[in-house]
């Protein structure tokens, strides 16, 4: 069984660019949800994609918004770099059958903002 | 405003002793509660869960016990091994919240040999 996966693993970008992110799902996994942890702080939850459309939304701007592809991996996209965005993007996968599920975390991305 | 909160920032044991870590809530919608273990450089790890329809669920060396009327939850690592030693998430999802995991800022653990 093939866990999460993200790519890629460290970023450098300078403010006012534009940033794509990647996630393959767990194997077996339809649902890919978004989180971002700055430091010292626990996950934020972005957003989550289940049959390709966005299915719940936390607190971020348009500027964040994603894909899921047929084979369920997922990107992440964020337009116009700020300071603050800078934190660790992580992906998580889960099989949403219409109960409580476990998710189940990649290594995440490092974003820095210069 | 925190709707998941550990107010412990971190704690030391004793390896073989039993380790605490607390977690409050303040969202009375939460139903599902969760604890996460974070090794640095890696993405948390699910650990066990509790639905609010029970108090306690054991899994190992691992027990999470859910207090409803306080909005309180514990997990409880019994013996502590050195590579317990982490950064400890507990997180709450509500229902009808397509599995949005709300997170508190984590408590570290050092298990000391």
């Known amino acids: 069984e093939t866990g999460v996966t993200q790519s890629p693993t460290h970023l450098i970008k300078t403010r006012g660019q534009q940033v794509t992110l990647r996630c393959s799902s767990q194997?077996?996994?339809?649902?890919v949800s978004w989180y971002q942890q700055a430091l010292g702080q626990g996950p934020q939850f972005i957003f989550q994609y289940y049959r390709e459309e966005e299915n719940g939304r936390g607190n971020f701007p348009p500027r964040f918004s994603g894909l899921q592809f047929p084979n369920y991996s997922s990107e992440l996209n964020v337009n116009a770099l700020e300071l603050d965005d800078s934190a660790l993007y992580l992906c998580?996968?889960?099989?949403?059958?219409?109960?409580?599920?476990?998710?189940?975390f990649g290594p995440g991305t490092r974003l820095t903002v210069l | 405003d925190q709707q998941v909160k550990q107010n412990s920032p971190s704690l030391s044991v004793q390896e073989g002793r039993i380790s605490i870590l607390n977690c409050d809530y303040t969202?009375?919608?939460?139903?599902?509660f969760l604890w996460y273990k974070k090794y640095p450089a890696e993405g948390p790890t699910f650990l066990i869960s509790?639905?609010?329809?029970?108090d306690k669920n054991e899994d190992g060396r691992f027990t999470v016990f859910l207090n409803k009327s306080a909005k309180h939850l514990s997990l409880h690592i019994v013996p502590s091994q050195p590579g317990d030693s982490a950064v400890y998430f507990c997180a709450a999802s509500a229902q009808g919240s397509q599995g949005n995991l709300i997170f508190g800022k984590g408590t570290k653990l050092s298990v000391k040999p």
């Open positions: 969202n009375s919608m939460f139903d599902y």
């Open positions: 998580a996968s889960s099989n949403r059958d219409g109960s409580y599920n476990e998710q189940f």
């Open positions: 509790i639905s609010s329809i029970k």
């Open positions: 194997s077996g996994h339809n649902t």
